[in-house]
């Protein structure tokens, strides 16, 4: 009788954690006004945290945040050697899709291009990969929904392959497993070049993304953050209706995301 009181008890009491922190999310969210949603895998304890459940269920196109499984793709095909590799710059890019951006005009490598997000050099990398091996290998990791028919090289900003925020952090959680079909040594590369923040107790890895697409702003931020032992995984996800000005939309990805963590006790 008292294991079965002492059960209901804890049971309860993790409810009401649970609420607390969704709770905590969604107002959080709230208080910016802005239209998405943040989701949050809490590792140790095999949580998922919700600022929105049926917004985490949606997929949309994943923008740069590609970048990170299309590293590597481009490394395990053999597109590129290395993330030091120089992309050459084509002497051109599309500033009315991708806005103008003089300081990334110029030859970049790899590693580069991944950190300032220089969407025109992995546009140039995409093109070596032929579709079918893309199409494999986002199969045989559970990534987005596998629909290749864009027809443009960029079928990661404007085509109908999509990604939701839960199965962002899916596949990041694959990565720190080491249970994707990649090998070490590219695993370990990307691991290298995702780095965003360091301290003396944390790690943060990420990627940042945003396309303009089916008549709306897209903005991610997802990553995942070792604090000591403890990995949280996130995936947070703007949008806004195209032509609303938001001065505000690119900066509140992080802002948002990070503002929860610390909520959590996961952030310092």
Known sequence: MFKKILLSLIIAFYFVV??????????????????????????????????????????????????IINLLIALESGAIKDEQEIIPWPGKTDTTLYGYRPEIYKDLSVKQAFEVSAGWAFIEIAKRIKRPVYLDYLKRSGYGNLDLSEKG???????????????????????????????????????????????????????????????????????????????????????????????????????????ILKGLQALE
């Open 18 to 67: 649970a609420g607390y922190a969704q709770e905590t999310l969604s107002s959080t969210f709230r208080k910016y006004g802005a239209g998405g949603s943040t989701t949050i895998f809490d590792y140790k304890n095999k949580k998922w945290l919700y600022s929105d459940a049926a917004d985490a269920k949606i997929a949309m196109q994943p923008a740069s945040t590609f970048k």
């Open 153 to 259: 090289a960029d079928f990661w900003n404007f085509g109908p392959m999509k990604i939701s925020p839960e199965n962002q952090i899916r596949f990041l959680v694959k990565l720190y497993e080491g249970k994707t079909p990649f090998s070490k040594r590219n695993t370990e590369i990307l691991k290298n070049v995702m780095v965003t923040e360091k301290s003396g107790n944390y790690i943060l890895r990420s990627k940042t993304g945003w396309t303009r697409t089916e008549g709306q702003d897209i903005g991610w931020w997802v990553g995942y953050l070792v604090n000591k032992d403890r990995p949280y995984f996130f995936a947070t996800r703007l949008t806004q209706a195209l032509g609303k000005p938001n001065a505000n939309f690119g900066k509140w990805r992080k802002e948002i995301t990070k503002e």
